[in-house]
């Protein structure tokens, strides 16, 4: 079975900063690139940030580019979000996904992230 289970979220204020984390299980960890996405209520999903499967490419949002870097450890079957300068834009619920060459796509549950003063 396979899981992917986001742990790391909370209340921030402005400019603080988290770390956001992605314990996978259930499937071949490093045949699959990792990405974060995060979701606002009433807006869409969005790719906030994506590692290759060896972790020697990665990409992100324009409006995260600087302040937020993602890691992956294929040891231990983690993924990381490090997140800062963090504003209240940035609050939104925050999703790990799997992604096989194949195209097979896999989600975690989802970490809340607010950002607020």
């Known amino acids: 079975q396979v899981q992917l289970v986001e742990s790391g979220g909370g209340l921030v204020q402005p400019g603080g900063s988290l770390r956001l984390s992605c314990a996978v299980s259930?499937?071949?960890?490093?045949?699959?690139?990792l990405s974060w996405y995060r979701q606002a209520p009433g807006k869409e999903r969005n790719l906030v940030a994506g590692?290759?499967?060896?972790?020697?490419?990665?990409t992100y949002a324009d409006s995260v580019r600087g302040r937020f870097t993602v890691s992956r450890d294929n040891h231990k079957n983690m993924v990381y979000l490090e997140m800062n300068n963090l504003k209240p834009e940035d609050t939104a619920v925050y999703y790990c996904?799997?992604?096989?060459?194949?195209?097979?796509?896999?989600w975690g549950q989802g970490t809340q992230v607010t950002v607020s003063s």
């Open positions: 996904k799997a992604l096989s060459e194949s195209g097979r796509a896999y």
């Open positions: 259930g499937l071949s960890f490093s045949a699959y690139a």
């Open positions: 590692i290759s499967m060896t972790g020697a490419s990665t």
